[in-house]
């Protein structure tokens, strides 16, 4: 990180620090999953399969929940920067969208993973049937890619929006959607016909919660998940493109 | 001008500002829509728990939609209340010569109005999509218990906004009471899965019984009889959210 964005990383990670959101988003993960823990008896079914509810979701929510929250966070801090007119000012500035974003990004991955791992701890102690290998900890950049594709959608939908109000609408919208398609809460191989191939790349974060599942459910290995890591990337480079290219400093 | 035609006026005038807001249709039309389209791809989906399986789409659209969009109207209602509150609004209407009450009453009847239209229109696109939900006589015993359910909603609008300074607190708020009420009422998952003592005690649960009682009436076919003690539950909390609701939202804030 250059001398030039360091005192913006400062001052953003103090504001998220202060910010009444983020620790709303941390407890109600924590507790959604503790309560989960509380279920006794509830399988998913598809056909003659059966999967066991709380293993399910575990990872996917211990990732999703904190994440989405971000992702809203994101879209109104975004989304009133612009309708305040702060754009329009950072434009006189050497700083550029790009780095901006950047930096906004970067403050709340460290978030997004700590919760996440919270998260996942408390849902281990309620009765999760995660497997405690070391292959865990590559759950750390693969939460941290899911966080900053997050961030990056949601200035992208600030940008895209025209009203703080609209691009909250918005936003819930997509991550609504998201919730339902990524596998968070449902298995995709439920979907009909060829959906359940098309999921993993053509929505975000699809792939990387289905490689984030095989190493906390089974201690699989990374290299398993070549591909899926790859989507991942390839998500990220386009929501940051996206952003880049729809929240300008000269909007109003 | 009357007050019955200046209360009618004013409906009126909150009928078009509702259908103009970004809010009204994200909360009564996308999130439904969005909901449905996720229910209807995954249709071969099921609950299993205990002896029992239900097709996850019966259950949801019968529950997670039916709290969704009762909480969604509320969501909407109280941004709209508690911004008059934060704004002077009331104090400015009670030197004019329509009251602070006529005010509210206008804006309240639309908002019952669009809920319970969303409501139906929600069960209908379910019934649609697959879901297996009864669509004839059943849906008529259904239509009192969705007016409670709706009220409920409304009751904690102006409790919320009441109590709360800003409109951004009163958001947070109403999220923060939402977010426990769709995991313990039975709208997302069966409250039979859970223990015993959670079972029991959520059966005191503002809509718990409420939703019950339709799930009752338009999957398993029952009559509205059956569900005497979660109606007389849901009548009490209105009563109590209602009565709370005088309390915290003074007309001269």
């Known amino acids: 990180m250059t001398t030039a964005a360091l005192p913006l990383f400062r001052a953003s990670f103090k504001m998220m620090l202060r910010s009444r959101g983020v620790i709303f988003a941390i407890v109600t993960a924590s507790l959604y999953i503790a309560f989960f823990g509380l279920i006794e008896d509830l399988d998913f079914g598809i056909g003659a399969e059966t999967i066991r509810f709380f293993d399910f979701v575990l990872p996917g929510f211990a990732v999703f929940l904190m994440v989405y929250q971000i992702q809203d966070i994101t879209v109104a801090v975004a989304a009133s920067f612009k309708a305040r007119g702060i754009l329009k000012r950072l434009a006189t500035t050497p700083l550029s969208p790009a780095r901006f974003i950047g930096v906004q990004a970067l403050t709340y991955v460290g978030l997004g993973v700590a919760a996440s791992a919270l998260v996942l701890t408390i849902g281990k102690l309620v009765g999760g049937n995660l497997a405690i290998t070391a292959n865990l900890l590559w759950l750390i950049p693969l939460v941290a890619v899911i966080a900053i594709t997050s961030i990056a959608m949601g200035y992208a939908i600030a940008g895209l929006t025209p009203n703080p109000q609209t691009a909250t609408n918005v936003g819930g919208t997509v991550s609504f959607l998201m919730f339902g398609f990524s596998g968070v809460m449902f298995p995709t191989e439920a979907l009909p016909s060829v959906l359940p191939e098309i999921v993993p790349y053509a929505v975000p974060h699809a792939s990387l919660i289905e490689a984030i599942r095989g190493i906390a459910l089974s201690g699989d290995s990374i290299t398993g998940y070549g591909e899926q890591v790859l989507v991942g990337l390839g998500w990220l480079v386009a929501a940051f493109a996206l952003a880049a290219l729809a929240y300008r400093f000269t909007d109003e | ?253």
């Open chain 2, 1 to 253: 001008m009357t007050a019955l035609t200046g209360t009618w006026r004013l409906a009126s005038a909150s009928t078009r500002q509702l259908l103009r807001s970004s809010e009204v249709w994200a909360t009564m039309i996308a999130f439904p829509a969005a909901l449905l389209a996720i229910l209807w791809l995954f249709s071969r989906l099921r609950f299993e728990f205990g002896q029992q399986a239900v097709p996850l789409i019966d259950f949801w659209v019968t529950g997670l939609g039916l709290l969704g969009v009762a909480l969604g109207n509320t969501h909407a209602f109280l941004a709209t209340i508690s911004t008059w509150k934060a704004g002077g609004v009331l104090k400015r209407i009670s030197v004019t010569p329509i009251g602070p009450g006529q005010l509210i009453v206008g804006e309240v009847i639309p908002r019952a109005i669009l809920g319970m239209v969303t409501l139906v229109a929600f069960l209908l696109a379910g019934n649609a999509l697959g879901a297996d939900i009864r669509m004839g006589a059943e849906l008529v015993q259904a239509l009192p218990v969705m007016v409670m359910i709706t009220f409920t909603g409304l009751s904690v609008a102006f409790i919320i906004a009441g109590a709360t300074k800003t409109p951004q607190n009163a958001n947070a708020l109403d999220t923060a009471v939402a977010w426990p009420l769709y995991l313990v009422t039975g709208a997302m998952f069966p409250l039979a899965a859970f223990p015993a003592w959670l079972q029991e005690s959520a059966q005191f649960i503002p809509y718990t019984g409420l939703i019950a009682t339709v799930r009752g009436l338009l999957l398993d076919g029952r009559p509205l009889t059956d569900y005497g003690s979660e109606l007389a539950i849901g009548a009490i909390w209105i009563a109590i959210l209602l009565l709370g609701a005088t309390r915290a939202y003074r007309l001269v804030k």
